[in-house]
């Protein structure tokens, strides 16, 4: 049950909702994401993945639950390293079909990681979380950098905690 107040003031409240900074309101709302017509440049992606990714604030974003290269079954006689083992992860992953699902809501997600770090003044990180949003849907599974640092952190992540 509410307090009598917010029943009697609720109408009044949303009169004065505040004014957002016109850049936040589309880093909440994706609308730079639609609008943006830049060429991506595979580079920049790199730097701005190896700049969010560093942040605090990311330190859970991995995917868990995945095996590790030395559970890997060998391919060929050899065993494979981390990264190629990221490569047949983000490929298997790619064909299911709930991929669409996955990259719809890691863009939302770095959409509102962006609003949260311009608010906390970390503008070109907000910046970084902009573009590899913007990035996502463009950019292959395979070759996404973001996707590939997700899953080489979920392997270090999950060996590390296996082994201790």
Same mark, same amino acid.
């Given at each position: ?6 029943h009697l003031f609720n109408?009044?409240?949303?009169q004065?909702?505040p004014k957002?900074? =016109?850049s936040?309101?589309?880093?909440w ?5 639609? !609008? =943006?017509a830049?060429p ?5 992606? =790199? ?5 969010l990714?560093s942040h605090?604030?990311? !330190?859970a974003w ?10 890997s ?6 065993k494979?390293?981390? /990264? ?8 298997e992953?790619a064909l299911?079909?709930? *991929?669409?699902q996955?990259l719809?809501a890691?863009?939302?997600?770095? *959409? ?5 770090l311009?608010?906390?003044g970390e503008v070109t ?5 902009? *573009?590899?949003?913007? /990035? ?6 395979? =070759?996404?950098?973001l996707l ?5 952190r979920?392997?270090? !992540?999950?060996?590390? !905690? *296996?082994?201790?």
């Amino acid at each position: 049950m509410l307090p009598p107040e917010y029943h009697l003031f609720n109408d009044l409240i949303w009169q004065f909702q505040p004014k957002l900074d =016109e850049s936040l309101v589309q880093l909440w709302e994706g609308a730079q994401a639609t !609008t =943006e017509a830049s060429p991506l440049d595979a580079e920049q992606l =790199e730097s701005d993945t190896e700049a969010l990714m560093s942040h605090l604030s990311m !330190t859970a974003w991995a995917f868990h639950g995945l095996p590790t290269p030395n559970q890997s079954v060998p391919a060929f006689g050899k065993k494979l390293s981390s /990264a190629q083992v990221a490569t047949v992860i983000l490929r298997e992953i790619a064909l299911v079909p709930e *991929r669409a699902q996955l990259l719809d809501a890691l863009e939302c997600l770095l *959409r509102f990681q962006s609003a949260w770090l311009y608010l906390a003044g970390e503008v070109t990180l907000a910046d970084c979380a902009r *573009r590899l949003a913007v /990035a996502l849907p463009q950019v292959s599974m395979t =070759e996404n950098p973001l996707l590939r640092k997700m899953v080489e952190r979920g392997l270090a !992540t999950d060996d590390s !905690t *296996r082994t201790s």
